[in-house]
Each structure stands twice: as structure tokens, then as C-alpha cells.
């Protein structure tokens, strides 16, 4: 049996996505991007990183204070992600929410928002590419913080940013560690596919 979760949208004032598998999916090579940091690390730090999160290794750098290897990860990461941009797939029920808000009884200055892994050139040219840059007001990638999802600083960042209350946000995302995420900071969160399941029967109806 398939659980359709009450999603209360009318008393938000945020709300918040990620990006990658919850508004677009984005096609890059993440098995040379993960080999390339591997090899980088090792080379400066002469120890293994398992990339297998790529957020452990960068926060094992942030711990380092090396800020500026940390830029140079970011750059290497950007350069893996942008590089099939144009080959990106926005999902289509996410984008038919974000273009549609007040079919779904979102109030009229709802502010729309990014948390994501991703860096902010890949997110600024994703929501261009599904032609809704300019719904959101707020983005926050994987550049903006220094603690990683499920660490709930991207979401802090955004209520601090929009001077707004826990209850007045909600987040939608793809993996369990989003909705971890949002957990963690004390706000409501939700599978992206309980909002897809939500537009779907919307669009029947
Ligand atoms: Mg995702």
C-alpha cells in the first residue's frame, strides 16, 4: 500500500529543494569524478579518502583548515558537474510544483530555495535549463557551507537568510539523508516522491 504523507504547504513561507534526482537529474561521471578526488587526496595528504562520501573526505579538510585545497576539491567537483549539464533531465512533476505553487494551496510570497550537494554553477545552470532560475530566491551549494547534509547548516543558512521560523519551512528530497537532513534541523521534510504522488493526482483531477 502506497502512503500518501500530509504535506502541509499553506503555512510555509520556504520551501526547500535539493537538486540532483529531486528537481533535475543531472547525467555527469561520477565514477572518474570520485577516482580523480581519490587520487588528488592521496597525493596531497599521502592517505586514502574514501570517496565513497565525498562530504567525509572534504569535512576531513575543513577539519585540516585547508581552505584552499578545499577550493580546489570544489573546482574539480563543478568541472565534473557541468561538464554533460546540457544533458540534464528535469523531473517533470517537480518542475510542474514550482511553476503551479498555488494549485497546491501554497501562499502567494512563498520564497523558493536550493540545499544541495551540488556546486552553485551546476544549480544556477540546472534551473536554467528547466527555464525556472528565476522561481527561487535563495540557493545554497555545496560551496555555501562547511558541514554537509545530513549536518543541518545548509538549512540553518536558509532560515538565518530568510529571518523565518522552523515550522515556516519544509524540504523535499530524493535520498533518505535529505529528509535526514531536515530532521535534524528540527523542520519538516518529505520524499520528493510523496510531492510527485501529490502533482500527479492533481494533474488527473
Ligand atoms: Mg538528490
Known amino acids: 500500500m502506497i502512503m500518501t504523507h500530509h504535506i502541509s504547504l499553506k503555512n510555509k513561507e520556504v520551501i526547500i529543494f535539493d537538486l540532483d534526482g529531486t528537481v533535475v537529474h543531472l547525467v555527469a561521471d561520477w565514477m572518474s569524478l570520485k577516482k580523480k578526488l581519490v587520487d588528488m587526496y592521496k597525493k596531497i595528504y599521502n592517505e586514502d579518502c574514501s570517496f565513497d562520501s565525498v562530504s567525509a573526505c572534504l569535512s576531513n579538510i575543513v577539519e585540516k583548515s585547508d581552505f584552499d585545497i578545499l577550493e580546489n576539491f570544489f573546482d574539480i567537483i563543478r568541472q565534473y558537474e557541468v561538464d554533460?549539464?546540457?544533458?540534464?533531465?528535469?523531473?517533470?512533476?517537480?518542475?510542474?510544483?514550482?511553476?503551479?505553487?498555488?494549485?497546491?494551496?501554497?501562499?502567494?510570497?512563498?520564497?523558493?530555495?536550493?540545499?544541495?550537494?551540488?556546486?552553485?554553477?551546476?544549480?544556477?545552470?540546472?534551473?536554467?535549463?528547466?527555464?525556472?532560475?528565476?522561481?527561487?530566491?535563495?540557493?545554497?551549494?555545496?560551496?555555501?557551507?562547511?558541514?554537509?547534509?545530513?549536518?543541518?547548516?545548509?538549512?540553518?543558512?536558509?532560515?538565518?537568510?530568510?529571518?523565518?521560523?522552523?515550522?515556516?519551512?519544509?524540504?523535499?528530497?530524493?535520498?533518505?539523508?535529505?529528509?535526514?537532513?531536515?530532521?535534524?534541523?528540527?523542520?519538516?521534510?518529505?520524499?520528493?516522491?510523496?510531492?510527485?504522488?501529490?502533482?500527479?493526482?492533481?494533474?488527473?483531477?
Do not use: C
Open 84 to 205: 554533460n549539464i546540457e544533458e540534464n533531465k528535469p523531473i517533470e512533476e517537480t518542475i510542474f510544483f514550482i511553476n503551479n505553487l498555488e494549485l497546491f494551496g501554497v501562499k502567494n510570497n512563498t520564497k523558493l530555495a536550493i540545499l544541495s550537494l551540488n556546486t552553485r554553477l551546476t544549480i544556477i545552470e540546472s534551473l536554467k535549463l528547466a527555464d525556472v532560475l528565476d522561481k527561487f530566491n535563495y540557493l545554497v551549494g555545496r560551496e555555501d557551507v562547511r558541514k554537509w547534509k545530513p549536518d543541518p547548516e545548509g538549512i540553518y543558512k536558509i532560515q538565518d537568510h530568510f529571518g523565518i521560523k522552523k515550522e515556516e519551512m519544509i524540504y523535499f528530497g530524493d535520498l533518505k539523508k535529505d529528509v535526514l537532513t531536515g530532521n535534524n534541523a528540527g523542520i519538516e521534510a518529505y520524499f520528493i516522491d510523496d510531492l510527485i504522488r501529490l502533482v500527479n493526482k492533481k494533474k488527473i483531477n
